[in-house]
């Protein structure tokens, strides 16, 4: 008698690109897959972690009514590390959400990060699930360091992008990978949602308009002929690098199942388009249920009428 084999679920970086993951699992647990491993790396670790500890259709439904006044909200900005500390988001995510430790869990879950003083590739396996996903999101530039176990950890998109080989040594034997590097993007939101950011609130104040408007200023980029600013290059280079090291690992160590969204318009901030990116998420394992389910053994599930 056939068994079905154990499903590793790779999720990688790509900031605003990764709520896609959210529309890929929902879709895959609708054909009755349930990845029994689960890796995550930056945005990648925050929706695994979410998911592995059951909480991910009410995340789910609370990203998609994000607006870019809320983004900014959750930002505290410094500019010691990094543009962004990282506390208040968590902390909102914290009060928000269950926080279980990763040895409670049901499914094996680790996610990646890298040690600032070595450069080491750092697989976090133990602990609270949201302060493992925290320990991979610290791109570097916009998510200020944090530190675990007394050392620094920086964005796990920087050794292991796409973290095929972790499911791997946690027993995997098919991949399914959600590579969100295929398209590259500059750090600077695109001109169109300067209006989502900039809009005349009402029950805005005067002081929150002014901010919300430095924030834009920083963020978005009126002339895409002008010369790039420093986020852009900080962020074209992280992307490049991403892009290129995903490339080589995947290539030695290839996914049963590679799943690419077509995000390319999608820049680094643009958080608040959540719907749009778990739509494409959901859509990307439509379109390949048949080769999934072939890797898998699994019959399709019914429609529902």
Same mark, same amino acid.
């Given at each position: 008698?056939?068994?079905?084999?154990?499903?590793? !679920?790779?999720?990688? /970086?790509?900031? %605003?690109?990764?709520?896609?993951?959210?529309?890929?699992?929902?879709?895959?647990?609708?054909? #009755?897959?349930?990845?029994?491993?689960?890796? =995550?790396?930056?945005?990648?670790?925050?929706?695994?972690?979410?998911?592995? /500890?059951?909480? !991910?259709?009410?995340?789910?439904?609370?990203?998609?009514?994000?607006?870019?006044?809320?983004?900014? =909200?959750?930002?505290?900005?410094?500019? +010691?590390? =990094?543009?962004?500390?990282?506390?208040?988001?968590? #902390?909102?995510?914290?009060?928000?959400?269950?926080?279980?430790?990763?040895?409670?869990?049901?499914?094996?879950?680790?996610?990646?990060?890298?040690?600032?003083?070595?450069?080491?590739?750092?697989?976090?396996?133990?602990?609270? *699930?949201?302060? %493992? %996903?925290?320990?991979?999101?610290?791109?570097?530039?916009?998510?200020?360091? *944090?530190?675990?176990?007394?050392?620094?950890?920086?964005?796990?998109?920087? *050794?292991?992008?796409?973290?095929?080989?972790?499911?791997?040594?946690?027993?995997?034997?098919?991949?399914?990978?959600?590579?969100?590097?295929?398209?590259?993007? =500059?750090?600077?939101?695109?001109?169109?949602?300067?209006?989502?950011?900039?809009?005349?609130?009402?029950?805005?104040?005067?002081?929150?308009?002014?901010? !919300?408007?430095?924030?834009?200023?920083?963020?978005? /980029?009126?002339?895409?002929?002008?010369?790039? #600013?420093?986020?852009?290059? *900080?962020?074209?280079?992280?992307?490049?690098?991403?892009?290129?090291?995903?490339? /080589?690992?995947?290539?030695?160590?290839?996914? @049963?199942?590679?799943?690419?969204?077509?995000?390319?318009?999608? %820049?680094?901030?643009?958080?608040?388009?959540?719907?749009?990116?778990?739509?494409?998420?959901?859509?990307?394992?439509?379109?390949?249920?048949? @080769?999934?389910?072939?890797?898998?053994?699994?019959?399709? +599930?019914?429609?529902?009428?």
């Amino acid at each position: 008698m056939s068994r079905t084999p154990v499903v590793g !679920l790779a999720l990688g /970086s790509g900031s %605003a690109r990764g709520w896609a993951h959210i529309g890929v699992i929902q879709e895959l647990e609708k054909l #009755g897959i349930q990845p029994q491993v689960v890796a =995550g790396t930056s945005i990648g670790a925050l929706v695994g972690a979410v998911y592995v /500890s059951g909480q !991910l259709d009410e995340f789910a439904d609370w990203v998609q009514t994000l607006t870019m006044r809320d983004v900014f =909200g959750l930002l505290d900005i410094s500019l +010691a590390g =990094g543009v962004v500390k990282g506390e208040k988001l968590f #902390g909102f995510f914290r009060e928000k959400h269950r926080n279980p430790d990763i040895e409670a869990l049901e499914k094996q879950f680790v996610t990646i990060a890298t040690e600032m003083k070595s450069g080491r590739e750092i697989w976090i396996r133990r602990g609270p *699930v949201l302060r %493992a %996903a925290r320990a991979s999101c610290a791109l570097p530039g916009l998510f200020s360091p *944090v530190k675990v176990d007394d050392r620094w950890m920086l964005d796990g998109g920087l *050794v292991n992008p796409v973290p095929v080989s972790a499911c791997r040594a946690l027993g995997a034997e098919i991949v399914i990978a959600v590579n969100l590097n295929a398209q590259l993007v =500059g750090a600077h939101m695109p001109r169109h949602s300067r209006d989502a950011v900039t809009h005349n609130d009402a029950n805005a104040t005067s002081e929150e308009r002014s901010l !919300l408007q430095k924030l834009a200023n920083y963020f978005i /980029s009126d002339d895409e002929d002008a010369e790039p #600013g420093l986020l852009d290059v *900080v962020s074209a280079s992280i992307n490049i690098m991403q892009d290129r090291i995903t490339r /080589s690992r995947m290539a030695g160590d290839p996914a @049963e199942i590679s799943l690419l969204p077509q995000l390319e318009d999608f %820049a680094l901030m643009d958080f608040h388009r959540a719907k749009e990116a778990i739509e494409e998420g959901r859509n990307l394992v439509r379109r390949r249920e048949e @080769e999934i389910l072939g890797w898998i053994g699994q019959p399709a +599930a019914p429609l529902q009428v």
